[in-house]
């Protein structure tokens, strides 16, 4: 079983910075892709930005220019770099992760992350 923990998140004033990290544990086959989406009260949850494997990343619009996400493969961890955060940003990040032949997907628990003055 694969489980992905999450860390990072806070209360920060607009114009604030972030960085939200996940790390993976378990049986990990083949990492596909990781990525974060975000989730804001009565909205559907929506890509934020994702590495897959071989690729470059892609990010939402919203973030393109302001979010940065990476990868520490020896550490099956990915980051997402928060900066220039706007209250619209104001959402529950979740990790996700892709992984095996047959493209199996698990999620994290979820990080608040409330940008507010």
């Known amino acids: 079983q694969v489980q992905l923990v999450e860390s990072g998140g806070g209360l920060v004033q607009p114009g604030g910075s972030l960085r939200l990290s996940c790390a993976a544990s378990?049986?990990?086959?083949?990492?596909?892709?990781m990525g974060w989406y975000r989730q804001a009260p009565g909205k559907e949850r929506e890509l934020v930005a994702r590495?897959?494997?071989?690729?470059?990343?892609n990010y939402a619009d919203s973030v393109k220019g302001r979010f940065t996400i990476s990868r520490d493969n020896a550490k099956n961890t990915v980051y997402l770099q928060m900066s220039s955060l706007k209250p619209e940003d104001t959402a529950v990040y979740y990790c996700n992760l892709v992984h095996g032949p047959t493209y199996l997907e698990v999620w994290g628990q979820g990080t608040l992350v409330t940008v507010s003055s």
């Open positions: 590495v897959m494997h071989g690729y470059s990343p």
């Open positions: 378990g049986s990990i086959f083949s990492i596909k892709a």
